[in-house]
């Protein structure tokens, strides 16, 4: 693979190769090609071989990164990243989101249904394998079905190889090359250790994304294995699973300066990117999750509001959704304020005006840039019908009835002609997920939620209608449209047996004509909305297979232009990045530093949430008894610190090391202003927020006295 660095700092010089930032995530077959003499004096002291065995360390865990800090399976991640289990474990009763949960014993360890914890054990080129499923006379859309069902092959014979095996086949640049990546994954993870909301989410929402930053945002938990060692589902035998390697925590605080680099899950970016998919995303697709997410929002809110026990139940899915919302708005706010679509476009007509004197050149890319424009028209055409379709989704007993009848509708075909997911080495995944969506189900909500995406689907520009709702929804407005909007509904929800759990299960394994015999009213309605996505996915796969190939001879043709070589973008397989902790100006004669201490914590309590700071911690801070939790250049305690490193979604809980490759903090977000990084990288402004290592250490020492923690992470 090509792997030199590149980015794009002006509209002139976008694919300039990168002598002074530290852009990129690295894949660990790339580590040969670092600057290796510069990052030495900087302050690495690693191999490349040392590096890449820290990959046993890093886990891929819960829509995010943790990592092995003892030899007993205890994983540290984002607070954030551990939410989901806070939340299943929790009543209005019992709040372990509020009031923090420490298991003091194994015994006391709770389960987190639903989360995984993934080890690479080994990846591997594939291209050659997967391409040779392609002919030259294949459509766009014959060639993308055929490569998906080949890199599905693969991953399945690799998952044979042993019990507990994950496999995916990614692309890694735009269908020029593909990696097969091999994980050992463990099904039981139990929660260990999270601090109350009051430090893992200090400063809520209204901090979420921003700097200063003030919060505690880490969490410990547990793989468990069966007693052979190998991934087991949960069982009071199973037993804490031993890595083949763990971090040591660093004994000396990070310092402004410091080099420090990030192993974790990137989950994606958008660096190559044409114009035409960045204002695509910038003026329809973001503008419409914002106004769609918003709504969703207020409506659990007023949910939640009419009871405690319910607040708790959506507290999970209220803050995934108040993150991305704010990631939108600040992606849309730094889109525009950064002009980047008029860059890409500057840069793209410079492009052309090369082509233009190298006629060997234009025959293979003059066409590119007016094919990618074309393919975005078209897609304009049903792109919004086909986000109202997925919308549906956001109803869990919608989503019950579509999976039953997906599941269904595949098991009729022959295995080789099945979409890439319905193998039945599946089933047992979805079952799984079935049982664990039972604790958060409100029907009462999940109806409101149906009736929302109703009044969006009633809002659809004409020649994107939904046919199959034409009768409910028709030309009606206003009041008489909500009235007929709330009676279908309840028709749908009294007549369904897929709120019950064992029919639902029972379902799962029926054929399509045992499935139709039911004659379940919700079922039904999904299978007639299946008709309709089911030809918009057949599109959206000729677009899909169309836009990869010409994205591919966009990138190759920039190089011929600028030359350079490429990174890949994120694509949630594990990356090394590396960085200086730094502070950074947001704007004119703003300077931010670097960290952050609990005097700022203290500055920040208003007594109520989201800056509720504990009254323990408070008087801690009067003493200024911080004894060995001091850092030595802020005469304090550090809580948050700052470094240019390149992370994104799914980087959260990645553990932040020095140039030893010890433990001095968890990555857990990116600043406001460098929103944009997923698709531009500014070394000026982009920076990873992670949470210090020493302020875990307090806040498990002398708030929440987790003596059996610190004694396992050997600082007692």
Not at 39 to 61: Q, Y
Not at 270 to 297: E, G, H, K
Not at 595 to 623: H, M, N, Q, W, Y
Not at 637 to 659: K, R
Request: proline residues 5%; hydrophobic residues 40%.
């Amino acid at each position: 693979m090509r792997r030199a660095i590149l980015t794009f700092i002006t509209a002139l010089n976008v694919f300039a190769a990168v002598t002074l930032a530290d852009e990129g995530m690295w894949p660990l077959d790339s580590l040969d090609k670092l600057p290796w003499k510069d990052l030495r004096e900087r302050g690495l002291k690693l191999s490349s071989e040392e590096i890449l065995a820290l990959k046993d360390a890093v886990v891929l865990l819960g829509g995010g990164t943790g990592s092995f800090v003892s030899p007993q399976g205890l994983v540290i991640t984002n607070h954030h990243v551990a939410y989901g289990a806070i939340q299943f474990q929790s009543t209005a009763r019992e709040n372990f989101i509020a009031n923090g949960f420490l298991a003091k014993t194994r015994e006391e360890e709770l389960p987190a249904p639903g989360y995984t914890a993934s080890v690479l054990v080994d990846f591997r080129d594939v291209t050659r394998e997967v391409l040779a499923a392609t002919k030259p006379e294949m459509s766009d859309a014959e060639r993308q079905q055929a490569i998906d069902r080949r890199r599905n092959e693969i991953a399945r014979e690799a998952e044979k190889r042993a019990p507990g095996l994950r496999a995916t086949v990614v692309d890694m640049l735009s269908g020029k090359r593909y990696m097969l990546y091999v994980y050992q994954e463990f099904k039981d993870v139990r929660l260990v250790y999270a601090p109350p909301a009051s430090v893992g989410e200090y400063g809520g929402e209204i901090d979420n994304w921003m700097w200063p930053r003030h919060t505690g945002d880490f969490s410990f938990m547990r793989v468990y294995a069966g007693p052979d060692g190998n991934p087991a589902p949960y069982s009071k035998d199973n037993v804490p699973y031993r890595p083949k390697r763990w971090l040591k925590l660093a004994t000396k605080p990070v310092r402004e300066g410091d080099f420090v680099m990030v192993l974790g899950y990137p989950g994606t970016t958008m660096r190559y990117r044409s114009s035409y998919s960045i204002a695509f995303n910038q003026n329809v697709t973001y503008p419409r999750q914002i106004a769609f997410y918003s709504d969703l929002i207020r409506l659990l809110e007023e949910e939640g509001n009419k009871d405690p026990e319910l607040r708790v139940r959506f507290a999970s899915r209220l803050k995934g959704l108040y993150n991305s919302l704010k990631y939108m708005q600040g992606m849309v706010e730094g889109l525009k304020k950064t002009r980047l679509v008029a860059k890409k476009q500057e840069q793209e007509r410079q492009f052309q005006a090369f082509l233009q004197r190298r006629p060997d050149l234009q025959q293979r890319y003059g066409d590119v840039l007016p094919s990618i424009e074309k393919l975005y028209r078209e897609l304009s055409t049903y792109e919004a019908k086909q986000a109202v379709l997925g919308y549906f989704n956001f109803s869990t007993v919608f989503s019950f009835a579509r999976t039953i009848w997906y599941w269904a509708d595949e098991r009729a075909k022959p295995p080789e002609e099945r979409d890439p997911g319905f193998n039945e080495e599946e089933l047992p995944r979805v079952k799984e997920n079935f049982q664990n969506a039972e604790r958060n189900l409100h029907v009462p909500t999940d109806k409101r939620i149906l009736a929302l995406v109703l009044r969006r689907a009633a809002q659809l520009p004409e020649g994107q209608r939904i046919q199959a709702l034409e009768p409910v929804l028709g030309n009606w407005k206003g009041e008489l449209l909500d009235q007929r909007i709330e009676r279908f509904v309840d028709s749908l929800y009294a007549g369904t047996k897929v709120i019950d759990l064992n029919e639902r299960l029972k379902m799962l394994g029926m054929t399509k004509a045992e499935i139709e015999q039911l004659g379940d009213p919700l079922i039904r309605f999904a299978a007639e909305l299946r008709k309709e996505s089911k030809e918009l996915e057949d599109r959206y796969r000729a677009f899909s297979g169309a836009v990869t190939r010409l994205r591919g001879l966009l990138i190759e043709g920039f190089q011929a232009w600028r030359g350079g070589a490429l990174y890949p973008d994120a694509n949630r397989t594990l990356r090394l990045t590396y960085g200086t902790v730094c502070g950074y100006s947001p704007r004119d004669a703003v300077w931010y530093k670097w960290a952050t201490t609990l005097r700022g914590v203290v500055e920040k309590d208003t007594g109520e949430d989201p800056f509720d700071c504990p009254e323990p911690l408070k008087e801690i801070a009067a003493s200024r008894d911080y004894g060995r939790y001091v850092h030595p250049d802020l005469k304090d305690v550090m809580v948050n610190f700052l470094a240019d490193l390149d992370i994104t979604g799914g980087n959260s809980g990645s553990p932040v090391l020095n140039g030893k490759g010890e433990l001095v903090g968890v990555a857990f977000d990116g600043n406001y202003e460098a929103m944009t990084s997923d698709f531009v990288f500014d070394p000026d402004l982009t920076r990873a927020i992670s949470v210090n290592i020493g302020y875990v250490l307090f806040i498990a020492d002398r708030l929440n006295k987790a003596e059996n923690v610190l004694r396992e992470l050997g600082v007692r």
